[in-house]
């Protein structure tokens, strides 16, 4: 039992749960596509290009993801993960520091042409609550295998150092960040950034008053109080294996972390319990009068990073 919460996972179902997330993404069998589609999307491209990347999935389902290729023809792999609003990134400021860097956005919420609006629920993407709904059968677990099978792919592109590689994101990209560096944690990955990280310490927000972004999640857990309590317990454990805090025992490569002083959508409290608990070498710089949203320091934060540990 977690100390966290008495319906989380223990460490072990946590280990199996990872394992099972890299057996999703294997069996997704992804095929891929490369093509310098309309830029209609517009993500930044700027003076160092890129392609977008289809990745078809057993069935047909696709998701799309932006690739940009280190100038010198080889280097390190940046695996980046997109925020709540399923956003694309470009990343040339770190394209011309030598690094081969691919966007990954799953669940095909965005493709090359724009947002997939068919996919909103209720004006939001439904990844959180279907994970709460499903107890945790679909949603972050697919949205993570999807993540994970690009990350695959990416490794075994030509020019990409194999050994030398790390995640990052902002709000639930850093949380997804964070997840998907346990989820590799037995295949080298050498560190992860998490900006605003989103997805830490859901009991502890759930006792505030204004819990910001988890409300997606405590909304439809609260209805479940009242319409299914006897699946209390399930959704608990569902919603702990997406807790980065049930994670801290594979964390143990280097983890950058920051937090806006003034962030109501995930709380710089939440990430100062998570940076409190990691068991490695680790950094904590919480930004004074920050709100949420893509921070400026943090990409300055990274380049030294990826340069200690990548």
């Given at each position: ?12 179902e ?45 069935g ?22 997109p925020?709540?609003g399923a ?16 966007h ?28 709460v709904?499903s ?9 993570l ?166």
């Amino acid at each position: 039992m977690s100390s966290l919460h008495p319906d989380y996972p223990t460490s072990k179902e946590v280990d199996d749960w990872c394992d099972g997330v890299l057996a999703r993404a294997r069996a997704l069998n992804v095929r891929t596509q490369m093509g310098e589609a309309p830029y209609d999307f517009q993500p930044r491209v700027r003076h160092t290009g890129g392609a977008y990347v289809t990745f078809e999935c057993v069935g047909g389902r696709k998701f799309y993801g932006f690739y940009q290729q280190s100038p010198s023809g080889r280097g390190p792999l940046l695996l980046h993960v997109p925020g709540y609003g399923a956003e694309m990134s470009a990343h040339p400021e770190l394209v011309t520091q030598g690094y081969n860097v691919l966007h990954i956005n799953p669940l095909g919420y965005a493709t090359p042409g724009g947002f997939d609006e068919l996919k909103r629920v209720g004006g939001t993407w439904p990844v959180l609550p279907d994970t709460v709904a499903s107890l945790g059968e679909r949603g972050y677990v697919d949205w993570l295998a999807d993540a994970s099978a690009a990350a695959l792919w990416a490794l075994e592109q030509g020019g990409v150092e194999r050994n030398r590689y790390a995640f990052f994101g902002t709000s639930q990209g850093g949380g997804t960040a964070l997840l998907l560096a346990s989820i590799f944690s037995a295949r080298g990955v050498r560190c992860v950034a998490a900006d605003e990280p989103f997805l830490v310490n859901f009991p502890l927000l759930y006792a505030q008053k204004e819990p910001g972004a988890y409300e997606i999640v405590f909304g439809p857990l609260k209805r479940i109080v009242e319409e299914r309590p006897n699946d209390l317990s399930r959704v608990w454990k569902a919603v702990g294996y997406i807790d980065t805090m049930n994670h801290v025992h594979r964390l143990k490569m280097p983890v950058l972390l920051t937090a806006g002083q003034q962030d109501a959508t995930c709380p710089p409290v939440s990430i100062k319990s998570l940076f409190d608990a990691l068991p490695g070498t680790r950094s904590y710089s919480e930004i004074a009068g920050l709100a949420h949203g893509y921070t400026t320091p943090f990409l300055h934060l990274i380049m030294a990073w990826f340069r200690l540990f990548v």
